[in-house]
Each structure stands twice: as structure tokens, then as C-alpha cells.
């Protein structure tokens, strides 16, 4: 056994990191998965949930347009509904890490783009954009996914 005003061997040789590391497990806390809905109750077997977080990111679900409209107005309609999910989880625009585009055909890229500027205010995120080999499914011309923080 050491004594108590000697510092441990394992904090002096690998740091502060390797000693916090050593803590009983009850000292360190585990990020939980958590879904968020909008009031509705679950299916009894869901295919997928739309938002969850696990610790302070959050992922949010591929939204689509399903409705007839270009480019621009599925772009809209898709960028409103993710805002709307991402501010009933505790979060917004400005807080998008990552996002990923599915477009039905890439020539649609220009005017996506121009309704996706600004969106996520003055710095937007990492961002992937694919024209999905089969399109969209529902015929939306636009498909959204992100991950943000909480």
C-alpha cells in the first residue's frame, strides 16, 4: 500500500488520462441512447425511429419530399422538416455536424444548393452529396440526413 502523500506510480509514469482511466466504474458516466418523438406513441414494431441521441449527438433520420415540385421546393420542404426535428430534440441548424444529401438525379445539384446556403447558418457542415443509383424512395427529388449535438 502507498502513502496517502506519495502520488501513484501509474499518474506519475502515464498521466492524469491513464489515472482517471482506473476510476470504479460507478465514477464514469455512460452516454445513453435515447429517442425522440413528436407525442405519438411507438409502432409496436418500428422499421426505423426518426431522431435519436446517444449522449449529446443526435441523429436524425433521412427526410424526404413527397409531394409534386422541383428541386428547390422538395429542398425547402426536406431543410424545414429536419429543422423542425432537430429544434424538438433540443437542438438547431447551427448545431449540424454532418450532412448527407441524396439526390434523385445529380442535375439537380445547382438548385438544391441554392436553397441548402445559409441554412445552417455561417458555418455549415461537413456535407455529402450522392445522386442514389434507383432514386429516392416516395419520389421525393431530395433525401437529408444529419448528425448534430445537443
Known amino acids: ?9 501509474r499518474k506519475a509514469l ?3 488520462a491513464a489515472a482517471t482511466a482506473a476510476l470504479p466504474l ?15 406513441k411507438p409502432a409496436k414494431t418500428p422499421l426505423f425511429n426518426g431522431a435519436v441521441s ?3 449527438l443526435l441523429f436524425i433520420a433521412g427526410k424526404g419530399a413527397h409531394f ?12 424545414d422538416e429536419v429543422q423542425k426535428e432537430l429544434e424538438g430534440a433540443g437542438s438547431s441548424m ?6 448527407n444529401v441524396y ?24 456535407r455529402t452529396t450522392i445522386a442514389a443509383a ?3 424512395p416516395g419520389d421525393s427529388l431530395v433525401e437529408i440526413d444529419v448528425i448534430a449535438y445537443i
Open 1 to 9: 500500500m502507498e502513502p496517502v502523500n506519495k502520488p501513484s506510480r
Open 14 to 16: 502515464f498521466g492524469v
Open 26 to 40: 460507478q465514477a464514469q458516466t455512460t452516454p445513453t441512447k435515447k429517442v425522440h418523438r413528436k407525442g405519438a
Open 54 to 56: 446517444y449522449g449529446n
Open 68 to 79: 409534386p415540385g422541383d428541386i428547390k421546393a422538395h429542398t425547402k420542404h426536406v431543410l
Open 94 to 99: 447551427s448545431k449540424v455536424l454532418k450532412c
Open 103 to 126: 439526390l434523385n438525379d445529380l442535375k439537380d445539384y445547382k438548385g438544391m444548393n441554392e436553397e441548402f446556403l445559409g441554412r445552417f447558418g455561417e458555418e455549415p457542415p461537413v
Open 134 to 136: 434507383g432514386g429516392i
